[in-house]
């Protein structure tokens, strides 16, 4: 069955960086996109960007150029997200799921969300 | 950027009853060369990442009850849960992924029991 599961929750200080995985299973990696996906405290899902899993080839939104950058290790299946600088209107729930690229597809299965909390 | 729009904000349903929920996307998601609306509808319990219900604008994803249906075309589409159960309290949110370079989603409708 398809999985993506996640690396745990981060307290982070304003102006570092944080790095999340998401390692996926049960189909062929390089065959989908994973696009990410925030949601702050109570608020609604915020789309972050995607990569490709068979090239690499990034998409992001325009309010994180710059400060987000995602890539993909196929040996071993895992996609990461990293976000420099970070403020503390990042603090949120960040989400991998499967879908995006250059492909377009609902995002079907879903990591379980990786808690970011940025604070002094 | 395609801006999608959810109403309502909220809605109290009685069990067993009707909701339905609207969303409206700034522009077209319809392609004309598969006629096919790239328009996808996901819920979220408190707590859970959001699941897939709806894709394609009415295709019902594997194993999703089928009290749960969507329709409409273009830039406005509706989902409906015919007889809401207990389960179905959640957050909905609607998707556009007709522009590949910036997926968006809908602000969500909160469904609560009346």
């Known amino acids: 069955q398809v999985q993506l599961v996640q690396s745990g929750a981060e307290v982070k200080k304003p102006g570092a960086s944080v790095k999340v995985s998401c390692k996926a299973s049960?189909?062929?990696?390089?065959?989908?996109?994973i696009s990410w996906v925030r949601q702050a405290p109570g608020q609604g899902l915020e789309w972050m960007g995607w990569?490709?899993?068979?090239?690499?080839?990034?998409n992001y939104a325009q309010k994180l150029q710059g400060r987000v950058t995602m890539t993909t290790d196929t040996s071993t299946s895992t996609a990461y997200m990293e976000l420099r600088s970070l403020r503390s209107d990042d603090t949120a729930v960040y989400y991998c799921?499967?879908?995006?690229?250059?492909?377009?597809?609902?995002?079907?299965?879903w990591g379980q969300g990786t808690l970011v909390t940025v604070s002094s | 950027d395609i801006v999608m729009t959810q109403s309502p904000d909220s809605l109290a349903v009685s069990l067993g009853e009707r909701a339905t929920i609207n969303c409206k996307s700034s522009q077209s998601v319809l392609y004309s060369s598969n006629n096919k609306n790239y328009l996808a509808w996901y819920q979220q319990k408190p707590g859970q990442p959001p699941k897939l219900l709806i894709y394609w604008a009415s295709t019902r994803e594997s194993g999703v009850p089928d009290r749960f249906s969507g329709s409409g075309s273009g830039t406005d589409f509706t989902l409906t849960i015919s007889s809401l159960q207990a389960e179905d309290v959640a957050v909905y949110y609607c998707?556009?992924?007709?522009?590949?370079?910036?997926?968006?989603f809908g602000p969500g409708t909160k469904v609560d029991i009346k």
């Open positions: 799921a499967r879908g995006g690229g250059a492909v377009a597809g609902p995002f079907d299965y």
């Open positions: 049960g189909y062929t990696f390089t065959s989908y996109g």
């Open positions: 998707q556009q992924y007709y522009s590949t370079r910036r997926f968006t």
């Open positions: 990569i490709s899993a068979y090239n690499g080839n990034t």
